[in-house]
């Protein structure tokens, strides 16, 4: 699948099938996750892959009740956790670098973005989870002191495919030579 058609076709599937997912393609989706930017080269980003559908009924009961991903964290064949080591993503010789602090999440949402478009050039469904008790997941996931627990996706083959939202146009995000200068 060509990049842009990735870009442009990729959705948010909330349903999977039971359907193991093949190792291969377990794989293939980490490593894009891999190749992604990260500040300075840090790579800070660190992912837990959960098959055990005990687990992933303990991470959809983190979720905020009104959540719409309940049912796929649950139910996906896969979940992955993105987390990542604090202190290292937006630093230069242990002081932070600018007025973001911690860049961790921007390293991590690069990373994922790769993951999700990889999945769907494979033909794999995923939806980004945001709205959940970090602590929790990090409780049940043993993750340690000094890494956060940043978001989840369901990882599997789409039963239903996902709604088109419509996006805004250039115009409406784009200026030129300084903000609101159309």
Known sequence: MEVFEAIKTRRSIRHYKSE???EEKLSAVLEAARWAPSWANTQCRRFV???NSETKAKLADALTSWNPAYKAVKEA?????????LGKSGFYQGETVTDKGDWYMFDVALAMQNLTLAAHSLGLGTVHVG????QKVAQILNVPEGVAVVEMTPLGHPA???KTTKRKELSELVFHESYGQK
């Open 77 to 85: 064949p896969i979940v992955i956790v993105a987390c990542a080591e």
């Open 131 to 134: 709205a959940f008790d970090a």
């Open 49 to 51: 892959v959960v098959q």
């Open 160 to 162: 239903k495919e996902g």
């Open 20 to 22: 193991a997912i093949a």
